[in-house]
Nanobody, 119 residues
Framework: QVQLVESGGGLVQPGGSLRLSCAAS????????MSWYRQAPGKERELVAT????????NYADSVKGRFTISRDNSNNTMYLQMNSLKSEDTAVYYC????????????WGQGTQVTVSS
């Protein structure tokens, strides 16, 4: 069965760093566009970053450009989000998303990992 398991979240002080991981299984990882989303309390889920199936193209929300880096390793079916210079407004639950290349309606979600940026 399809599984997306996020890890790496936690409590960090402003200016600190975290690296999130998303371990995928149950589907052909290299044929999926991968993304990180986040959702803060009372707000809608927001697209943070996207990476194409072989890592050739990345896109970022304006709010995280220059601070976050998305990457993927198709040999171990894992996607990463390196988060640097964290701010309190980065506090949210971060979700892993997979979208099939040839079917935009085929999407999978992980359960999320909490990131809290606070002093």
């Amino acid at each position: 069965q399809v599984q997306l398991v996020e890890s790496g979240g936690g409590l960090v002080q402003p200016g600190g760093s975290l690296r999130l991981s998303c371990a995928a299984s149950g589907f052909t990882f290299s044929r999926y566009i991968m993304s990180w989303y986040r959702q803060a309390p009372g707000k809608e889920r927001e697209l943070v970053a996207t990476i194409t199936s072989h890592g050739g193209t990345t896109n970022y929300a304006d709010s995280v450009k220059g601070r976050f880096t998305i990457s993927r390793d198709n040999s171990n079916n894992t996607m990463y989000l390196q988060m640097n210079s964290l701010k309190s407004e980065d506090t949210a639950v971060y979700y892993c998303n997979a979208q099939f290349i040839i079917s935009a309606t085929t999407k999978y979600w992980g359960q999320g990992t909490q990131v809290t940026v606070s002093s």
